[in-house]
């Protein structure tokens, strides 16, 4: 049909389609540009260390071209049973080279990741080998090391084989692929991940809970006050964002310590007795504690801007109508804040989710989250591909958690301001 | 059943926000059963106030509210049994018409039969069938506000405040609305106390007018009566047309007093206010109540310079400097008998005394 309709022109006789086209063209580079450094900004700090984490977490390429010709020889091996031959020669000669290049450190660190003795018996084989006659390496490697005959641990190897690999994402929850390729949990004493997560979400839920029960009072006084009273309210809310991270959670040290003021306080009103002073640091409580605090502006802002377009006359015309005070605030004011409520929450349970600091100082070993144990893996095991697994894992539970946000209450009703 | 005159009585209310200002001073105020009664001011002059302390809004600093002859003072805003109507119309925007219609019933237990029954009828009353599942967001303002005049209406309640209901529309729809206010208010006899600006609204729909100013009634009467009588120099300026003669009483007696102008001559006035010789006084005198060239014997008659000519199609609007005064206007219907009004020629002007109104000096 639309073909049938003439094209209009303009007064030149130009397709008005074109010409809006040429006269947007000039208006769209000029907004390109305009948003460029922002864009470049973005994929500098953003996009391109996301993706080289993604990449490094199932970048397997390391061991790979460490043992080329090993892993070339494995190929037609069917893993049964201890390989031939010229597995092993193959084995002694990639081996040789490393040792000569001097890069064999890694290749133990790394086999050792995937089968724990590894380090010992590639080192005694590295002490051995000098005196290696030619011909027969499968009787004079297995001889240094009675490892060595096996065949667990050349299964151990050829695991090692693929150039990408998922084993890391599975390490992050305690799972491995065993010998036969299935999919098993780690040993019950070493699952430790999965604690880890469990912990964190729950953590950030209550820290999420309570933050909301603590905010929305706060926020509609804030709300309704008059000015002079609000604004220094709302300067009480902001102060903790004015002072350093580091000292808010230092001062909750001093406060929260077994000597410290609070149980002080709790031994002087006899709450408790002196000798059984709680812990409340170094522990889950600390982490409650601390977090809650630091994560409140994040739950009272957005709760605040809502609350403050909610008209009083809508509350009042609840109650000019016949709904008591309680039933105007449920029917009407709450349904109102609710957009304000997912922004908040989700902001702080978000937020919450990859807290570090706070849990690191206050935490103790109870109340780590599985921010810690990345940072931990960054610094002090230098697997930083675990640590990039685990980043981006926490990263897809940000986006799923969002995701189930959207399809409950919907995107479009989260207000920040 | 015989209504009761004092249904709303605000007895000696006063009222300060800041405990400096008192924003409603020595209210006494009877409405009767079924009234229509209208609070007509100037901005700040007190109008919200009295209804919010009527609603249960806002406590009066002294005095007290009787509803029905009952103190309301400690029965708490959703126990009063008065809808409102908000000045911002105050919709539930999350909920739908129908819901915004069917709350005031549900609080009260009403049977989902009844409700769906009432709410009909409420929205037919404001010619808005169809509409019940919109939203308030969807809905023009001419529309929510019916639905707001339908929400307050529609759990039957003995008294509706109304503020500034219709001060965002249009000419034509604010029009309607009038009428089909009035119209609701008559078919169901609720006592209505409604808030303007609008004094031609007030006039038109009152059957009484409280003229607020300064946190006091100036005046409260029917509406013609506050048209051509007014009883202090505020109402007869804040109502209609009025020109305005400042001067001085030489003479009185009971019904007619001689008033000399600053500028030296003297006319005759009705004696409204002033009691004495020597008080000064502002005569007030209604555009309409002045004739030009009357045949009519009058007891006052002057010659006034035409100083500028408004055409208003029904009638002409003609500006004089008489007597000192260079704003005064005439209304003068257009027929061929007036073809001398043109700009600068002198004319005559004439006035019963009794139309003229000496009144307080302000
Ligand atoms: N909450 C309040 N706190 C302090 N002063 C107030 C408050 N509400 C109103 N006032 C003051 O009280 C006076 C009367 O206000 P009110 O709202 O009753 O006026 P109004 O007659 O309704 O005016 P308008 O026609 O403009 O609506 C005003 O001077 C106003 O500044
Ligand atoms: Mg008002």
């Not at chain 1, 000569?100 to 290749?107: A, D, I, Q, R, V």
């Not at chain 1, 090391?145 to 090692?160: D, G, M, P, T």
């Not at chain 2, 529609?154 to 206010?181: C, H, T």
């Amino acid at each position: 049909m639309s073909s049938e309709i003439q094209k209009i022109l303009t007064t030149d006789g130009i397709p008005l389609e074109e010409s809006l086209r040429k006269a947007e063209k000039k208006n769209k580079l000029k907004a390109f540009l305009l948003v460029c450094p922002l864009l470049l900004f973005l994929i500098i700090t953003y996009v391109f260390p996301i993706g080289d984490m993604l990449f490094r977490s199932v970048d397997d390429r390391m061991v790979t071209n460490m043992l080329p010709k090993t892993y070339k020889a494995m190929e037609n091996w069917d893993g049964k049973d201890l390989p031939d031959e010229n597995v092993f020669e193959a084995f002694y000669l990639d081996y040789k080279k490393l040792v000569e290049e001097k890069t064999f450190g890694k290749l133990a660190t790394q086999l050792n990741y995937e089968k724990n003795g590894f380090k010992s018996i590639l080192k005694k084989l590295k002490r051995k080998m000098k005196k290696f006659e030619e011909g027969d390496y499968k009787e004079q490697i297995m001889s240094v090391h009675k490892r060595w005959a096996n065949v667990e641990y050349w299964r151990a190897l050829k695991r090692r084989a693929p150039a990408y690999s998922y084993s890391k994402y599975l390490k992050g929850i305690d799972m491995y692929e065993d010998e036969n390729g299935k999919i098993v949990q780690v040993p019950e004493d070493r699952r430790v991940h999965k604690i880890l997560w469990v912990r964190t979400v729950e953590v950030a839920f209550f820290v999420t809970v309570l933050c909301f029960l603590m905010a929305y009072p706060i926020a509609h006084l804030l709300a309704t006050l008059p000015m002079k009273y609000s604004n220094l309210l709302m300067i009480c809310v902001l102060l903790p964002f004015w002072t350093s991270l580091l000292v808010r959670t230092a001062s909750w040290m001093i406060l929260l310590q077994q000597q410290g003021i609070v149980n002080d306080f709790f031994v002087w009103i006899g709450l408790v007795s002196d000798d059984n002073r709680p812990e409340m640091m170094y522990n889950k409580t600390g982490t409650y504690v601390a977090m809650t605090q630091i994560l409140l502006p994040f739950m009272v802002l957005p709760l605040y801007s809502v609350m403050k377009t909610i008209s009083p006359s809508l509350m009042r015309a609840g109650k000019s109508l016949g709904g008591t005070p309680f039933i105007a605030f449920w029917k009407i004011y709450f349904p109102l804040t609710i957009p304000g409520i997912g922004a908040g929450c989700l902001l702080v349970f978000i937020l919450a989710i990859g807290y570090y600091i706070t849990p690191a100082l206050v935490g103790g070993a109870s109340g780590t989250l599985i921010s810690n144990q990345i940072a931990f893996h960054m610094k002090s095991t230098l697997d930083w591909s675990f640590a990039s697994a685990m980043g981006l894992m926490l990263l897809a539970g940000v986006l799923a958690i969002y995701w189930v946000y959207n399809k409950l209450v919907g995107v479009d009703n989260i207000k920040l301001g | 059943m015989s209504k009761n005159s004092q249904f709303v009585r605000f007895d000696k209310v006063d009222k300060s926000y800041d405990g400096k200002v008192l924003v409603v001073k020595d209210l006494n105020l009877d409405i009767s059963e079924g009234e229509f009664i209208t609070m007509l001011g100037p901005s700040g002059s007190g109008k919200t106030t009295c209804l919010m302390m009527l609603a249960g809004f806002e406590t009066p600093t002294n005095g007290e509210i009787y509803l029905d002859n009952n103190p309301i003072s400690n029965i708490p805003p959703h126990k009063r049994g008065i809808g409102m109507v908000f000045q911002n119309y105050a919709l539930f925007p999350h909920m739908t018409v129908y819901e915004n219609l069917a709350f005031p019933l549900r609080v009260r237990k009403v049977s989902k039969g009844d409700i769906d029954k009432k709410v009909d009828k409420a929205l037919s009353m404001v010619s808005l069938t169809g509409f019940e599942n919109r939203m308030p967001g969807q809905l023009s303002g001419g529309q929510q506000q019916r639905v707001a005049v339908a929400r307050a209406l529609v759990f039957d309640p003995a008294v509706v405040l109304m503020d500034e209901p219709l001060g965002a529309l249009d000419k034509n729809l604010r029009e309607s609305m009038q009428y089909e206010i009035k119209h609701i208010h008559e078919s169901i006899g609720v006592t209505v106390v409604y808030v303007t600006h609008d004094q031609g609204e007030a006039l038109t729909m009152s059957n009484r007018i409280a003229v607020f100013n300064d946190g006091k009634v100036q005046q409260l009467s029917s509406p013609d009566k506050l048209y051509e009588e007014p009883v202090n120099s505020f109402v007869a300026e804040f109502i209609g047309e009025n020109n305005r003669f400042a001067g001085q009483v030489t003479e009185i007696t009971k019904d007619k007093c001689k008033v000399k102008l600053n500028e030296g001559s003297e006319i005759l006035a009705n004696p409204i206010t002033v009691k004495s010789n020597g008080e000064k006084t502002i005569v007030s005198l209604r555009p309409e109540r002045a004739l030009i060239n009357s045949k009519e014997k009058m007891e006052n008659n002057f010659k006034g310079k035409i100083e500028e000519v408004i055409y208003h199609g029904d009638h002409t609007r003609v500006r004089l400097d008489l007597l000192g005064n260079k704003d005064f206007i005439l209304k003068v219907p257009n027929s061929s008998a007036n073809m001398e009004i043109k700009l600068g020629n002198q004319i005559n002007v004439s006035w019963n005394s009794f139309d003229a109104r000496a009144l307080d000096p302000k």
